[in-house]
């Protein structure tokens, strides 16, 4: 079943369902469709669609997400990742690591994730306030020159869970979504040598698709999903699920550890293989149209836009 939230003026936002996408949307009375009860109020959801700019009869939200901790479960995207970073912002290094791989055959080991990561799954917590819907028009951070999208699986919790393990915590998933974590790539890679993870680099906006779908048709098969990258109606990239280290119940169980977990927080898988435009070496420009689609799961379309007070980047950053 499909979910969406249309910003219906005066009456706030009105919640419609579909079993598939070949019928027609309907108006449904039920205050807990995924599963669970919003725990905001309808008034501070309405503001925060208003502040995306959703027009009377677009799509707010299909959720307001109440945390948001994203996940990194693709190795060969964080390979990817690095090596597009290092060709742009460190050439001489990316010139060594290219002789290194051709010589021993082997990925350059700065490119591979930390030993933590091959020994439990690993994330960062987001800012869940700056999450827009599909079609809100995104804007370069004021502080950098490297605008990039990140195409993610996001999977929202419909009821507590604590020292759970992964079946019972792939059991609390109430809904799937599309995700896209835009990150400003010249001040992430500092900000996360800090020693304290990314901060502005992430936190000034991300993205969900205007529909959740609930997960009984897609949990099976989220992982030989594969999608496509559109950057002004031109395919660029064609990300896969497959190769993901974790499951999403292993992941929920991880976060759950001693720690309780209550519906409505959101998580990302990270990014998956192809999924971000720094691993094929294409960067956003102010006047670009993204288009974002993963088949079952979702689609995000934003226009790119000029910072709204463009400043040159902070002392200290590439």
């Known amino acids: 079943m499909e979910i969406r939230r249309i910003n219906a003026g005066r009456a706030g936002l009105r919640t419609e369902i579909r079993e598939d996408a070949a019928r027609p949307w309907r108006v449904t009375e039920d205050p807990a469709p995924l599963g669970y009860r919003s725990p905001f109020t309808a008034e501070y959801e309405a503001e925060c669609a208003a502040r995306a700019k959703v027009q009377d009869g677009g799509a707010a939200l299909p959720f ?89 699986i996001g999977f929202v919790l419909n009821r507590p869970v604590r020292d759970a393990d992964p079946h019972e915590a792939e059991a609390a998933i109430g809904a799937l979504v599309l995700l896209c974590d835009f990150s400003a790539r010249d001040v992430q890679i500092p900000e996360m040598r800090s020693g304290f993870g990314p901060q502005k680099s992430k936190h000034f906006v991300s993205s969900l698709s205007d529909t959740a779908v609930t997960p009984e048709e897609v949990l099976p ?42 519906p409505g927080e959101l998580f990302g898988t990270g990014t998956l293989t192809g999924g971000s435009g720094m691993e094929q070496g294409i960067w956003l420009r102010p006047g670009d149209h993204l288009e974002l689609e993963l088949p079952g799961v979702g689609r995000i379309q934003h226009d790119i836009r000029q910072p709204l007070r463009p400043t040159p980047p902070p002392a200290g950053r590439v």
């Open 221 to 262: 098969v989220w992982q030989k999903l594969a999608g496509s990258v559109r950057i002004n109606g031109e395919r660029v990239a064609g990300p896969s699920a497959e190769g993901a280290k974790y499951t999403l119940g292993e992941a929920i169980a991880h976060a759950s550890a001693s720690e309780q977990l209550l």
């Open 64 to 152: 307001q997400p109440l945390s948001f901790r994203d996940f990194m479960f693709y190795e060969q995207h964080n390979i990817d990742a690095a090596r597009g970073y290092t060709r742009r912002f460190q050439p001489r290094l990316s010139s060594f690591a290219k002789a290194v791989e051709r010589v021993t055959g082997r990925t350059f080991k700065p490119y591979l994730p930390k030993p933590l990561w091959y020994k439990e799954p690993i994330y960062y917590m987001s800012n869940a306030v700056t999450f827009v819907p599909s079609g809100t028009p995104v804007s370069f951070p004021s502080y950098s020159q490297a605008l990039d999208y990140e195409l993610e």
